[in-house]
């Protein structure tokens, strides 16, 4: 199967590196605007460069779109106007997390199997120094054509990834779980070196201090679940050490420590279902 990808930026090329390990995958080459970033990401994977749309479609047999989301339906609207419908028959995708296959309006009158699929990873560099691929054993959401994502759910699990198909409803719903897990953590992470500052840390010393506790907490809850990796005076319901922190933070931390407190209650009370929290909940204006 020959693989061609419209949009040479981080993902797009992640993508790329991580299919071709497939035997199954051809990867035909890119094409972006400006062309030097197709450029660059042709010559780091040995494919082609292309410098027209209707050329990377004659030369594929699907297309991932990885281009900004807000530039994938305008991208599909080009494709759709190229003359002589040469992407009738192609499988159509593109990697967003919020969007769903919905975004390729009118695909199947143009004959078109449209899907999405999305690593559940953050990418952080086109061409990692070392060579390593991003994509290894992360996660992908797919939705779209039944046939398509079937096939790249079987392709996935080749290169070892888990997959799973869900609703295009869901899609939006789905990536803000992803933000939610990936994104905000480090918000509360930064409130605590910012803390731990103001006791006298370097910035550099503080997230020194906060490694293994921020790894083993992020391995306890996915290997054993919310209620057996917490922890910590809420889930003692130790009102006299949870007053005292409120006490102690500053307004910035504070407004991050006591919603999220409360939002550990119910996980508490679930752990600890003849523990009183009455009065923790009341301190926390629960």
């Keep these: 199967m020959r693989i061609g990808f419209i949009g040479a930026g981080k993902v797009g090329c992640a993508m790329g590196a ?9 990867v035909s080459g890119y094409y972006n605007r400006p062309a030097d970033a197709a450029h660059d990401a042709a010559n780091a994977l040995g494919v082609t460069e292309f410098t027209s749309l209707a050329d990377i479609v004659e030369q594929s047999d699907m297309l991932f779109i ?29 990697c967003s997390g919020c969007l769903s296959s919905r975004v390729f309006d009118g695909s199947d ?20 120094a070392d060579g390593r691929d991003q994509l290894d054993g992360a996660f992908f959401a797919l939705e779209g054509d039944a046939r398509v994502t079937e096939m790249l759910r079987q392709l996935l699990g080749s290169l070892g990834n888990r997959s799973r198909v869900i609703d295009a409803d869901a899609k939006t719903r789905y990536h ?46 996915c290997e054993r679940g919310a209620k057996s990796a917490l922890t910590g005076p809420v889930e003692r319901a130790d009102v006299g050490t949870v007053r005292s922190h409120l006490e102690a933070l500053s307004p910035e931390a504070r ?32």
């Design 18 to 26: 991580h299919l071709r390990r497939s035997a199954l995958v051809t």
């Design 66 to 94: 990885t281009v900004p989301d807000d530039a994938i339906a305008s991208v599909w609207q080009e494709l759709r106007a190229l003359p002589d419908d040469p992407i009738s028959g192609m499988s159509i995708g593109h």
């Design 109 to 128: 009158k143009a004959g078109v199997s449209a899907f999405s699929m999305h690593p559940m990873q953050a990418v952080s560099e086109r061409f990692p």
């Design 176 to 221: 803000a779980a992803a933000a939610i897990a990936s994104n905000l953590p480090i918000a509360l992470w930064n409130a605590a070196v910012e803390t731990l500052r103001s006791c006298g840390f370097t910035e550099s010393d503080a997230r020194e201090a906060l490694r293994a506790m921020i790894v083993h907490n992020a391995e306890s809850f």
């Design 255 to 286: 407004a991050l420590y006591e919603p999220l407190s409360r939002a550990l209650l119910g996980i508490a009370e679930a752990k600890n279902p003849n523990r009183d929290y009455d009065a923790l909940r009341e301190l926390l204006g629960d």
